[in-house]
């Protein structure tokens, strides 16, 4: 078996046909993809505990209210209000961008080299980065049968 680092595809739009290479990533180029992705998740866990912790002080003050401890009420509603804050600024900050298509934009951008390449990042821009990924693998999968 051949280790080869990159593959000739092609694309076809309507009636173009675009074609460039298709190059592995470095380990280097993995990490830093890996590395930036995992920032996303992280705060995806962050959301996850702001949720809990939301539900947890809405349950406080029901006690509360029951118990009739009017102070403690005060002070937990004041931290739902930062909690509802803090959650409101990460959520805008984790739906700033489509995160699945921003991974497969990198991917593109690392990956296809010479040929059509600006014209098949454009593309990618217009019609979706997972979708073109996806067709270029299927490319990519469709020549290594046929050899």
Known sequence: ???TFEQEFSLEVGEDKYE?????????EEKKINKSFSQKKQQSKQ?????????KLRRSIEIDEKL????EI???EAEVT???????????????????????MTRLELSVVGGDRDKILSIATEYGAE?????????????KEGK
């Open 82 to 104: 930062q909690v509802e804050a803090d959650m409101e600024a990460l959520t805008d900050k984790i739906e700033s961008g489509n995160t699945i298509d921003e991974m497969f």
């Open 131 to 143: 979708r073109v990924f996806k067709t270029i693998m299927e490319d990519l999968s469709e020549r």
């Open 68 to 71: 009739e401890k009017w102070t």
């Open 20 to 28: 460039a290479s298709f190059r592995d990533l470095t380990k280097a």
């Open 1 to 3: 078996m051949k280790l």
């Open 47 to 55: 959301l996850n505990k702001y949720m809990n912790k939301l539900k």
């Open 74 to 76: 005060k002070d937990s």
